[in-house]
C-alpha cells in the first residue's frame, strides 16, 4: 500500500490561465511532451493531417481553435506526479475558469510578450488573489517582436497588482531570440546588452522567496516561446521543485488538510458526452483530503445517501482510464447518471460542505425554442445535461413556462446550439429577448415578497432548483426594485 503522505507531497495541481491566443494550449502541449504523456504536438503540421491540439478535444473547439471546455490532463514528471487543468481562454466562458480555480493549489499565468497583460489575465488575476493562489508567469512569443524584457515585468507589476522577480532570461527578442538562461547560473561570457540588463536586475528585482511565492505575494517570471519549445523545460523544472503540493480547503464548517486520512472532495465539473458513443455525463471531483478508492461507499453529503464508484476514471486529455485510488490534489472523473451537481460533496461520513462554486448573474438572455417537435424529448435532456455542467443557466418564465437561457457570452449560445444538434440530435432556435439582469431574491418579510412577485409576475422565473429570480428587463426597473422593497435581498451570484 503507497505511503499517502509520500503520494500527497509529489501531487502538483495547477491551471494554466491566458488571455485567448496567449499560447495556453501550445504551453499544456509541450508540458505534455515533456511528461511522455504525448509524443507528438499539434502545432506538427503535414501536408496530410493537422493534428489538433491534444486538449481541445470536442468538435466544435477543433473547428473554432479555442478551448471552450476545460480538460483535465495527468501525467508522471521526475518524482512528481502533475494534474494539469487547461481552461477555457475565451472570455464567454470565464465562468467555468474560475470554477476551475477552485480546484488548482497553483496557476501559470501564460502571457503574449507582443501583447503584455490583457483584460482577461487581470479579471483571472483577480480570482488568483481572492483565493491567493500562488502564480508563475510565462512570457510567451520571445521568437516574435515584442515590448521590452523590463517594459513586460513593469506592466505586470502594475496591471496585476504582484511583485515580479525574473528567473530566466531571454537571449535576443524576435529574430534574434535562441535561448533562455537561468540566472542563477549566468552564463560567463555576456552580450553588453545581457551584461546591462543583470545589473538592473540585481539592483530592481528581490531574489527569488519561495515563502512570499507561496502566500501569492511574488510571482517567479520566466521568457520563453512554446511554439519553439524554448523556456518550457526551465518552467517546468523550476515548477515542480517550488509550486505548492495539495494545500487545505475551507469547507463552510472547517479547515480540511489534506494529509486528513478520511477521504473528501468536491465537484467542480461536469462535462456532459465526453464519450458520444455513450452518452455519458462525468463529475469531476477535486480530492480534498486523503485517499479515494474504487468500490468504496462514500456519502454523497446533499442528497444524504451512500455511493459507490467502480468506473472512476483519470484523464489524459480524452484518453480516460479506470483507476483504483486517487490521493488529495488528484482529479478523478465519476460516471454522472444526474446524481451530482457542481459544488456537491462526497466524503467518508462528515457532513462538510465547500464553499466557493459560484454560478454568475448571466448578461445575455434568449428563449430557446424547438426546432424539431419530433424531438422534444432529446431536446429536453440536452438543455438539462448542458445546464448541469455550468456552460449558461436555465430560467422558466413564471408566467408562461417559456424556457430561457442566460449566458455570459453570444459564443455559448452557438456552443448550446451545435452540441444538441450533434450531441443530442435535437435542433434548437433562438428567439431574442431584452433583459438587463436576473438577480436571485430572498426575503425574511413573506408578505413583502408575495406582494413583489405578484406585482411583477411578468418578470419572474424560476431557475434550475426552483428558486425565485427576478428578471429586470433594465437597470432603471431593477434599481427601482431595490428601492421599493426593502426587505428583499438581491443576489447577483447563486451562491448565497
Request: glycine share 6%; net charge negative.
Amino acid at each position: 500500500m503507497p505511503n499517502y503522505v509520500d503520494e500527497i507531497q509529489r501531487r502538483r495541481t495547477f491551471a494554466i490561465v491566458s488571455h485567448p491566443d496567449a499560447g495556453k494550449t501550445t504551453l499544456t502541449e509541450k508540458l505534455l511532451l515533456y511528461g511522455g504523456a504525448i509524443h507528438v504536438a499539434g502545432a506538427v503540421k503535414s501536408n496530410k493531417i493537422r493534428k489538433t491540439a491534444t486538449s481541445d478535444w470536442m468538435e466544435i473547439e477543433k473547428q473554432r481553435g479555442i478551448s471552450v471546455a476545460t480538460s483535465v490532463m495527468g501525467f508522471d514528471y521526475n518524482r512528481y506526479h502533475i494534474n494539469i487543468l487547461d481552461t477555457p481562454g475565451h472570455q464567454d466562458f470565464a465562468e467555468d475558469t474560475f470554477r476551475t480555480l477552485t480546484a488548482v493549489d497553483s496557476v501559470i499565468i501564460v502571457i503574449d510578450s507582443a501583447k503584455g497583460v490583457e483584460a482577461q489575465t487581470r479579471k483571472l488575476m483577480e480570482v488568483c488573489r481572492m483565493r491567493k493562489t500562488p502564480a508563475m508567469i510565462f512570457m510567451n512569443k520571445m521568437d516574435r517582436e515584442g515590448k521590452d524584457p523590463f517594459d513586460l515585468m513593469d506592466d505586470v507589476e502594475q496591471e496585476l497588482g504582484i511583485n515580479v522577480t525574473p528567473v530566466t532570461w531571454a537571449n535576443g527578442q524576435g529574430l534574434d531570440f535562441e535561448s533562455v538562461f537561468k540566472l542563477s547560473d549566468r552564463p560567463v561570457k555576456m552580450s553588453a546588452k545581457n551584461q546591462e540588463a543583470m545589473e538592473l536586475i540585481d539592483g530592481v528585482y528581490p531574489l527569488f522567496d519561495k515563502e512570499a511565492y507561496l502566500r501569492g505575494d511574488l510571482a517567479p517570471v520566466f521568457f520563453g516561446s512554446a511554439y519553439k519549445t524554448i523556456g518550457v523545460q526551465e518552467l517546468l523544472d523550476f515548477f515542480v521543485e517550488n509550486a505548492p503540493s495539495p494545500r487545505p480547503v475551507e469547507a463552510i464548517e472547517r479547515k480540511v488538510d489534506p494529509y486528513e486520512a478520511a477521504f473528501t472532495g468536491f465537484c467542480f465539473k461536469i462535462h456532459a458526452n465526453m464519450d458520444p458513443n455513450h452518452r455519458s455525463c462525468i463529475a469531476f471531483f477535486k480530492i480534498v483530503s486523503g485517499r479515494f478508492e474504487r468500490n468504496t461507499y462514500y456519502t454523497h453529503v446533499r442528497e444524504g445517501r451512500q455511493m459507490r464508484f467502480s468506473a472512476p476514471t483519470c484523464f489524459m486529455a480524452q484518453k480516460k482510464e479506470t483507476v483504483d485510488e486517487a490521493f488529495a490534489g488528484d482529479i478523478v472523473g465519476l460516471p454522472d447518471t444526474g446524481n451530482f451537481k457542481i459544488g456537491d460533496t462526497l466524503t467518508a461520513g462528515e457532513q462538510l460542505h465547500f464553499k466557493g462554486l459560484p454560478s454568475f448573474s448571466p448578461e445575455m438572455f434568449k428563449y430557446i425554442e424547438n426546432a424539431d417537435p419530433m424531438k422534444q424529448k432529446q431536446l429536453d435532456k440536452g438543455v438539462r445535461q448542458l445546464m448541469d455542467e455550468g456552460v449558461a443557466q436555465l430560467f422558466v418564465s413564471q408566467l408562461n413556462g417559456r424556457k430561457i437561457i442566460g449566458t455570459v457570452g453570444q459564443l455559448q449560445f452557438e456552443v448550446i446550439q451545435y452540441r444538441l444538434e450533434h450531441e443530442y440530435n435535437a435542433k434548437c432556435r433562438w428567439e431574442n429577448m431584452s433583459m438587463y439582469k436576473a438577480c436571485w431574491i430572498e426575503s425574511d418579510d413573506e408578505v413583502e415578497l408575495k406582494l413583489f412577485k405578484q406585482r411583477k409576475a411578468q418578470y419572474m422565473a424560476f431557475d434550475k432548483e426552483g428558486r425565485d429570480v427576478f428578471m429586470a428587463d433594465s437597470a432603471y426597473v431593477l434599481n427601482m426594485a431595490q428601492n421599493d422593497y426593502k426587505h428583499i435581498t438581491f443576489h447577483f451570484t447563486s451562491e448565497f
